[in-house]
Nanobody
């Protein structure tokens, strides 16, 4: 019953910044933990960041820690991923996901709903 729509992807130079948005449907959005994941060509989908519903605690994969920031605005039913200091290896389709669990996790199989993805391409 949750629909997620990502936006904000595109082409960016290495070292640049992009902010992704994920608009969610549903009246219980503030009860869902949210996550961002990505899948590069020829690679498996991997975790990027997650944010809990209860207290807003955030988690990051080691590859993006210090460069990416996940946040949420429950009043707007929106989750954001601010990506700075982008590298060519960040090129991937980025997916927003939601779980009915209130505590976030960097595990793909913990998430129940997925968006369609948005492409981020970082040129060298």
């Amino acid at each position: 019953q949750v629909q997620l729509v990502e936006s904000g992807g595109g082409l960016v130079q290495a070292g640049g910044s992009v902010r992704l948005s994920c608009a969610a449907s549903g009246r219980t959005f503030n009860r869902y933990a949210m996550g961002w994941f990505r899948q590069a060509p020829g690679k498996e989908r991997e975790s990027v960041a997650a944010i809990s519903a209860s207290d807003g605690t955030t988690y990051y994969s080691d590859s993006v820690k210090g460069r990416f920031t996940i946040s949420r605005d429950n009043a707007k039913n929106t989750v954001y991923l601010q990506m700075n200091s982008l590298k060519p290896e960040d090129t991937a389709v980025y997916y927003c996901a939601a779980t009915v669990r209130p505590i976030a996790a960097l595990l793909l199989n913990e998430y129940d709903y997925w968006g369609q993805g948005t492409q981020v391409t970082v040129s060298s």
